[in-house]
């Protein structure tokens, strides 16, 4: 697919990419699916309009070209999420390409995506979320592997952490004390508290890990030394789910959900909760609202003085 994607153009889409790594933060597998979808973009108009799309005809993009290349997507099959997500990325690039060959991108970012129906978070209870740890922690024979992988979901919960941003734990940040500096999405950087219980299944872990940490060195290992992959924490908590009857939404993204939720549960308000997930925006922390209307009608009942 890239072979139909000019050298300008293609320099253009690494420039880009450059930019965003560099200025914003973003992850490399945003990044990596930001590629994909600008390269399938341009592809498309190469082929819609039979020749090679270079800064110049990129520049001259129209409305109908937009209808087109959006039809194009629907007509694959594509959802209305992956359309708006695909349009999300063309919509940067172009943004960064106007600024830099000095056109008006208003064709592009005149697009609408289609609406659709946001997926709410789906946290489990507390009963669940500590029947989660429990569980994870008894999946291997190896009793540091165990320590390991209930170190690493206590994270999840205890702290409401990311899955990449626990295992991106170095060296240097042990041994955990009652709060911790998290380099978050877009370089977001943040303090979470450190709850005893976290502290110590790290500290269990560290004890009984067979590798040295050293300070630059990743504090969760697999199973030859090297960093600790994500699909191998996916894996140990669908173990755990399919023995504790839970659902598949039940995943390690779910125990940080979770931590919001039950955060909220007890009274937390939304802007401190915003700020210990690292969400750059509170409409993103307000999903939790509705995934706990029951409290919230409480509360409102409890607490207003016309409510009665």
Excluded at 144 to 168: K, P, Q
Aim: hydrophobic share 45%; proline share 5%.
């Amino acid at each position: 697919m890239t072979l139909m994607i000019s050298p300008a153009a293609r320099d253009a889409l690494e420039g880009w990419l450059a930019s965003s790594r560099a200025l914003n933060g973003t992850a490399e597998n945003t990044l990596t699916a930001y590629r994909g979808d600008v390269v399938d973009f341009i592809a498309f108009l190469t082929e819609y309009k039979g020749e090679a799309q270079g800064l110049a005809p990129l520049a001259r993009i129209t409305v109908p070209d937009m209808r087109a290349w959006m039809a194009h997507i629907r007509g694959g099959g594509a959802s209305a999420r992956s359309l708006a997500r695909k349009l999300s990325a063309v919509k940067s690039f172009y943004r960064w390409l106007a600024e830099r060959e000095g056109f008006e991108p208003t064709a592009v970012l005149s697009a609408r995506a289609p609406k659709f129906q946001k997926k709410l978070p789906r946290p489990l209870n507390e009963d669940a979320a500590r029947a989660m740890i429990d569980t994870v922690g008894l999946q291997s024979q190896k009793h540091w592997v165990g320590a390991r992988d209930m170190a690493v979901v206590t994270l999840l919960y205890g702290c409401g952490l990311r899955i990449s941003e626990a295992l991106g734990l170095m060296g240097r940040d042990l041994p955990l004390g009652e709060a911790m500096r998290i380099l978050g999405k877009g370089g977001k950087e943040r303090v979470v508290p450190v709850l005893p219980i976290a502290r110590q299944a790290v500290a269990t872990y560290v004890k009984l890990c067979p590798f040295d940490i050293e300070p630059n060195a990743p504090v969760f290992r697999g199973a030859r030394g090297g960093a600790l992959n994500a699909r191998l924490v996916q894996k140990v908590t669908e173990q755990a789910r399919l023995q504790l009857g839970l659902p598949a939404t039940a995943t390690p993204h779910a125990m940080r959900h979770s931590f919001a939720t039950h955060l909220l549960s007890a009274g937390g308000d939304l802007r401190t909760i915003q700020e210990l997930l690292g969400h750059a925006s509170l409409s993103t922390t307000q999903a939790y609202t509705s995934v706990d209307t029951v409290h919230l009608m409480k509360v409102y009942e409890a607490t207003h003085p016309k409510a009665g």
